[in-house]
Each structure stands twice: as structure tokens, then as C-alpha cells.
């Protein structure tokens, strides 16, 4: 899975990301101090796989990955190539979801690029250059298929829902909320442009300490954030960006007691991972075992063997069964052969659908 982190010059993004990825990208008080997009692998916190590694003695643990891209911040008139302009833009096209920062605290020793606090905005602000952004891919795309469109009837209906779309896109509305027609070939059309306006967005209510064990509900702004995202169909999770710095520095050990002094029950990068999981439609299942026990993850509602595919494609393609047990049952029996005795190992074919949590071993012939 790869994010990419958006927001205006000064709202705490590349504090966040370095805070989720320990990358150390330079954060300072001016804008585009972010002038390549930073890059960051981060493991996604899985307690499953550590009791499970302990159980099996794993010789290695490896837990599902996400992809961080912290773009540089985006000001008004991006898509013209104001500030840094289009070349950023261009980084969010490769993302699965963006993540995007919306300042909520007030804090005058840190300038906000335009003179006040105002989180509707500043989303607004973000969300048009990605729509013009948007609108000059659907021009060069109109261009093209008016040349042809008179003498193919395909191109000219594909000329239509490109007209319609940038129409839509162009009364101020996303690509994401554009009533797609229930045809598979414009549906495939529509999914081929890559707009940024349909990526799925988690937008991060960052917000001062005070604000941050009542997950913002005491912020009159957070509110306004959410209101927003509730009517984009965007998930929102709050964070305290300077603070999820302070937690990346910690030892494992101190982070669970910082956590619980600040009256929080998770990190801000496992709300974001929770928020990405869910927006996405995402789950993990495990294989475990001597040599290693890992994480895969899959979307919801893949079945057996495509999710061997996950491991290699020989085993979606010999896939002949597999054995599935809930992880928490694996862990009560304390080993596969003793949840076999019980017999709550079950024996899957190919229209098994995966659910989150499953261990899986997968047998296969090629």
C-alpha cells in the first residue's frame, strides 16, 4: 500500500512523516523546505504476528509494509506550476490513497501561508489544484479523442463521459462523487485516467496536545474537518503531529506509558494504518512457521487462491487447497497439530473467501 502525505506549506506534514517513518525528512518554518518527495517503508504494527512468531520460534518476523511519499506542500495555483507546481502533483498520481494534512491549532510562532487558521480553506484550496490538475489530464485526453471520434463509435462515446466528467469536475466537485455509468467499458475507461480527485482521502486533523485525547471533539475545527469528509465519503483521524514526533523517539517499552499519560489508548500512525485499512478495503492473513511468520495483505473478499498469489504466482496457479485456522484459535491450542485434533483446521478449496486473521498454508502443485 503507498500514501502519499498533501497539505499546504506549514500544517505539520512533514513533521508527520517523519514522525510515521523516522526518515527524518527537513521540516522548517518556511515553505517548500520538502523539495523531492521523501520516501518512507513503514512496518504496520501487528501483535498478532509477534505471539504467533513466539509460538512457531520463528527465525524472522516480517509484518505487512506501507509506503509513505511525503509530497512537498502544495499552494494555490500548483496546477499552474505555482510554488513547486505540477512535477509534485504528478507524485500523488501512483499512490493507493492520499493522506491529507489539515492544520487545526493555533500557534503564532508558526505562519500559516495564508495569514489565518481556516481548515474548510485550506481542504478547499488542496482539493481544487487537484482538480485542475485533473481537468488538464481530461483536455489532453478530449483533444485526442475528438480526432477520431467522427469515424469511431467507440472513441466518440468515450469522448461523451470525458466531456461529462470534466464538466462535473469543473462545477467544483471530485472525480470520486462522479456517478460512474453502469458499463463496464466506461468503467474501465474511467479507472484508466488515474484522477486524483478519486483516490480515496484520510484527512489528519492535526491539532495542538490539549485537543488530542478528546480525538478533537473540543476543537470547533476538527468538527468542521469531519462535517467535510462525512460529505465526501473520506475517513478523518486526529493526530498531534509534534507529538507523534516525540513517540518515534521513544523506546518500544516507554511509547505504551507516554501513550497512557497523554490518556490515548493507539499512536497516530496505527489510527492512520486503522483509517487506511478500512478506507481501502483492506485485510491481513498470516502464514507462520519455523523459518518465518509474515503478513499479507489482501483487499476484502479475495479468495484462496488469488491470496497465494500474494506469495507467488505458482501458488495461485497449482493452487490445490489450504489448511485455515483463526490465529487466536491457533494461539489457544498452542499448535496446529493440536488444532487439527480439535478440528477447527479447515480444509479450503478455491472459493473459500479469506477473512482477516486467517493463518494459512497453502498446498499447491505446479
Known sequence: MKLGIVGLPNVGKSTLFNSLTKAGAESANYPFCTIDPNVGIVPVPDERLRLLGDMYHSK??????????????LVKGASKGEGLGNQFLANIREVDAIVHVVRCFEDDNVVHVDGSIDPLRDME???????????????????????????????????SLLKDIKAYLEDGNLAKTFAVPDDEEEAAWFAS??????????????????????????????????????????????????????????????????????????SGLEKLIKASYSLLGLISYLTAGEDETRAWTIVKGTKAP???????????????????????DLLDCGSLSAAKEKGIVGLEGKEYVVKDGDVMLFRFNV
Open 60 to 73: 524472522k518476523v516480517t509484518p505487512a509494509v506501507i509506503e509513505f511519499v511525503d509530497i512537498a506542500g
Open 125 to 159: 484550496t488542496i482539493n481544487l489544484e487537484l482538480i485542475f490538475s485533473d481537468i488538464e489530464i481530461l483536455e489532453r485526453r478530449i483533444a485526442k479523442a475528438s480526432k477520431g471520434a467522427r469515424n469511431d463509435k467507440s472513441l466518440a462515446k468515450e469522448l
Open 193 to 266: 485516467y488515474n484522477l486524483l480527485t478519486a483516490k480515496p482521502v484520510i484527512y489528519a486533523a492535526n491539532v495542538s496536545e490539549e485537543h488530542l485525547a478528546d480525538d478533537g471533539t473540543s476543537n470547533p475545527f476538527v468538527q468542521k474537518v469531519r462535517t467535510q469528509a462525512a460529505s465526501e465519503d473520506s475517513e478523518v483521524f486526529v493526530i498531534c503531529a509534534q507529538i507523534e514526533q516525540e513517540i518515534a523517539e521513544l523506546e518500544e517499552d516507554e511509547k505504551a506509558l507516554f501513550l497512557e499519560e497523554l490518556g490515548l489508548q493507539e
Open 306 to 328: 488469488q491470496a497465494a498469489g500474494k506469495i507467488h504466482t505458482d501458488f495461485e496457479r497449482g493452487f490445490i487447497r489450504a489448511e485455515v485456522v483463526n490465529y487466536r
